[in-house]
């Protein structure tokens, strides 16, 4: 390689991953070093990433990746940078430079069976995709279905014979609502697997969308001998570990649990579980201008971080891969700026008033930083959104179970 091509080639080695990529046209989002989005190349939804702090890209499609913007230039155009001639090619495109004389160039063929092979893979690519999101959505289909079908054989838990879901509630520091929403089952199957390795008494509740219909279910299993929490132990019968008591079916994510009132209310009321925003809705007497709802979790509640707000934890650490104790990194409360509607539960616009309930008995800083994301995610000038804490270390369910 005589010394113009070499000085060609290190001009390209010098072009940083950043700049790489706003010469080849890709997207950057407007904060953070991570970009994930659809391959140039390979097609898809955000299988393709490249990291400006880290000077990295990678394809998750392809299984390909590296440090350096010639390889990313060579990989959305389909060349090989092993050859001489896929190595100068992508130079080229990086550097906006022709290439030298004596350097090895594409043949009109060869560039136009490269580009043909490019083509045939983002075709190929988009029909396995296609296949993948049918069989999802076949299977989220199939779960929602299933979710309905437990939530339509329970029966109104307020006015149902089967007393279990309304003493339930009150040994829970609530009390049944007057309302449809929540319902009971005498005996529903514990699936694990595909054993069923438990049946008893639950209650059932729906997750709804905007559009009122049902795409979930949330069960809760009873044991009213079993305090304090008034449900089953389940144990794995394999490994003895000991299961949660809850489970949801179907679909949850943007969807929320309706317990009381009507969507159309101005004010909302709600938190990550049934029996906190019950709590609370038996404290206020169920005020007849709410609608109190339930997230599920507090994923659902509060929404994904963006990833530059995250911090230290000032007090929590642990060890790294090589041993050494670092603090741990809690995601932060500013919410994602371009995140899905249905990255957390809905809200309508017509709503003016929100309270959020925050979990007194979890992790107080990652939960303050979440419930601070999830008051900002749905936050507007003609919206108050306030957050309602619990003393440290108890929940509202807890503080009215004691004050019963």
Same mark, same amino acid.
């Given at each position: 390689?005589?010394?113009? !091509?070499?000085?060609?080639?290190?001009?390209?080695?010098?072009?940083?991953?950043?700049? @790489?990529?706003?010469? !080849?046209?890709?997207?950057?989002?407007?904060?953070?070093?991570?970009?994930?989005?659809?391959? /140039?190349?390979?097609?898809?939804?955000?299988?393709?990433?490249?990291?400006?702090?880290?000077?990295?890209?990678?394809?998750?499609?392809?299984?390909?990746?590296?440090?350096?913007?010639?390889?990313?230039?060579?990989?959305?155009?389909?060349?090989?940078?092993?050859?001489?001639?896929?190595? %100068?090619?992508?130079?080229?495109?990086?550097?906006?430079?022709?290439?030298?004389?004596?350097?090895?160039?594409?043949?009109?063929?060869?560039?136009?069976?490269? $580009?043909?092979?490019?083509?045939?893979?983002?075709?190929?690519?988009?029909?396995?995709?296609?296949?993948?999101?049918?069989?999802?959505?076949?299977?989220?289909?199939?779960?929602?279905?299933?979710?309905?079908?437990?939530?339509?054989?329970?029966?109104?838990?307020?006015?149902?014979?089967? &007393?279990?879901?309304?003493?339930?509630? %009150?040994?829970?520091?609530?009390?049944?609502?007057?309302?449809?929403?929540?319902? &009971?089952?005498?005996?529903?199957?514990?699936?694990?697997?595909?054993?069923?390795?438990?049946? =008893?008494?639950?209650?059932?509740?729906?997750?709804?969308?905007?559009?009122?219909?049902?795409?979930?279910?949330?069960?809760?299993?009873?044991?009213?001998?079993?305090?304090? #929490?008034?449900?089953?132990?389940?144990?794995?019968?394999?490994?003895?570990? &000991? $299961? /949660?008591?809850? #489970? %949801?079916?179907?679909?949850? #994510? @943007?969807?929320?649990?309706?317990?009381?009132?009507?969507?159309?209310? !101005?004010?909302?009321?709600? @938190?990550? +579980?049934?029996?906190?925003?019950?709590?609370?809705?038996?404290?206020?007497?169920?005020?007849?201008?709410?609608?109190?709802?339930?997230? =599920?979790?507090? +994923?659902?509640?509060? =929404?994904?971080?963006?990833?530059?707000?995250?911090?230290?934890?000032?007090?929590?650490?642990?060890?790294?891969?090589?041993?050494?104790?670092?603090?741990? %990194?809690?995601?932060? /409360?500013?919410?994602?700026?371009?995140?899905?509607?249905?990255?957390?539960?809905?809200?309508?616009?017509?709503?003016?008033?929100? &309270?959020?309930?925050?979990? @007194?008995?979890?992790?107080?800083?990652?939960?303050?930083?979440?419930?601070?994301?999830?008051?900002?995610?749905? !936050?507007?000038?003609?919206?108050?959104?306030?957050?309602?804490?619990?003393?440290?270390?108890?929940?509202?369910?807890?503080?009215?179970? +004691?004050?019963?």
């Amino acid at each position: 390689m005589n010394a113009v !091509l070499k000085l060609f080639v290190e001009d390209a080695r010098a072009v940083s991953i950043a700049e @790489g990529a706003k010469r !080849l046209g890709l997207k950057f989002r407007a904060k953070g070093s991570e970009h994930p989005q659809p391959c /140039p190349a390979c097609g898809g939804k955000d299988g393709f990433a490249f990291n400006t702090t880290k000077n990295k890209w990678n394809c998750r499609h392809a299984g390909e990746g590296g440090n350096d913007a010639i390889g990313m230039a060579a990989h959305i155009h389909g060349l090989n940078v092993r050859t001489r001639e896929g190595l %100068m090619e992508a130079c080229s495109i990086l550097t906006g430079q022709p290439i030298p004389d004596g350097g090895e160039r594409e043949t009109d063929e060869e560039r136009t069976e490269r $580009l043909a092979r490019l083509e045939q893979r983002r075709r190929d690519n988009e029909a396995d995709q296609a296949e993948r999101e049918a069989k999802q959505a076949d299977f989220r289909e199939r779960e929602r279905n299933k979710a309905r079908g437990i939530y339509d054989r329970a029966d109104d838990l307020s006015t149902n014979a089967l &007393v279990q879901g309304r003493f339930y509630l %009150m040994r829970r520091g609530a009390n049944a609502p007057d309302s449809h929403w929540l319902r &009971v089952a005498p005996s529903v199957p514990y699936w694990h697997g595909d054993e069923v390795i438990y049946e =008893g008494p639950a209650m059932v509740a729906p997750f709804i969308g905007p559009d009122m219909g049902v795409i979930g279910c949330h069960i809760t299993w009873i044991d009213l001998d079993h305090a304090p #929490k008034f449900r089953p132990s389940i144990a794995d019968p394999a490994t003895g570990e &000991v $299961l /949660p008591s809850k #489970k %949801m079916r179907g679909s949850k #994510k @943007g969807g929320l649990i309706p317990i009381c009132g009507a969507p159309a209310a !101005l004010r909302w009321v709600g @938190g990550e +579980g049934i029996e906190n925003t019950a709590a609370v809705g038996r404290a206020e007497g169920w005020r007849d201008d709410t609608f109190y709802f339930a997230a =599920g979790d507090i +994923g659902n509640l509060t =929404g994904p971080a963006d990833p530059a707000s995250r911090f230290a934890h000032p007090t929590a650490t642990k060890a790294d891969k090589n041993g050494r104790v670092r603090s741990v %990194m809690v995601p932060g /409360p500013v919410p994602l700026a371009d995140r899905a509607p249905d990255d957390a539960f809905w809200i309508p616009d017509h709503v003016r008033d929100v &309270v959020l309930l925050g979990d @007194g008995d979890s992790e107080r800083i990652a939960t303050a930083a979440a419930m601070a994301r999830g008051r900002a995610r749905i !936050l507007r000038p003609d919206r108050r959104v306030a957050i309602a804490w619990p003393p440290v270390g108890l929940d509202f369910s807890d503080m009215m179970a +004691g004050a019963a």
